[in-house]
């Protein structure tokens, strides 16, 4: 059974950084494709940040040069390093993950909204 555990999180002022983890458990695809999501009331869920077993590695547009997705294949664990943060980050943050069997790569998951596998959530709230 797969689990995606996360932590990290929290409240920080603009300017300021936090690193999100997600611990993930019983996922033993060879071709994979796993990422960090975001979504806030109303709206729906957005992909910001995305890795591919190809090294592919994908951003949405407003994190670029600001955030950094990076994974522990030792540890099983996704990152999510946010620098410079903005008060529009403020937001539910979740890994997910997903079997990429066409190697579609990271693009294709920034949009897979429907991934099978999704962590708790955390919550990130970037205000002064």
């Known amino acids: 059974q797969v689990h995606l555990v996360q932590s990290g999180g929290g409240s920080v002022q603009p300017g300021g950084s936090l690193r999100l983890s997600c611990q993930i458990s019983?996922?033993?695809?060879?071709?994979?494709?796993m990422g960090w999501f975001r979504q806030t009331p109303g709206k729906e869920r957005e992909g910001i940040a995305a890795?591919?077993?190809?090294?592919?590695?994908d951003y949405a547009d407003d994190v670029k040069g600001r955030f950094t997705i990076s994974r522990d294949n030792v540890k099983s664990t996704l990152y999510l390093q946010m620098d410079n943060l903005k008060p529009e980050d403020t937001a539910m943050y979740y890994c997910?993950?997903?079997?990429?069997?066409?190697?579609?790569?990271?693009?294709?998951?920034?949009?897979?909204?429907?991934?099978?596998?999704w962590g708790q959530g955390t919550q990130v709230t970037v205000s002064s």
């Open positions: 997910a993950a997903d079997v990429d069997r066409h190697g579609r790569g990271a693009s294709w998951f920034l949009l897979h909204i429907r991934a099978p596998y």
């Open positions: 019983g996922f033993t695809a060879r071709s994979w494709a």
């Open positions: 890795l591919a077993h190809a090294g592919h590695i």
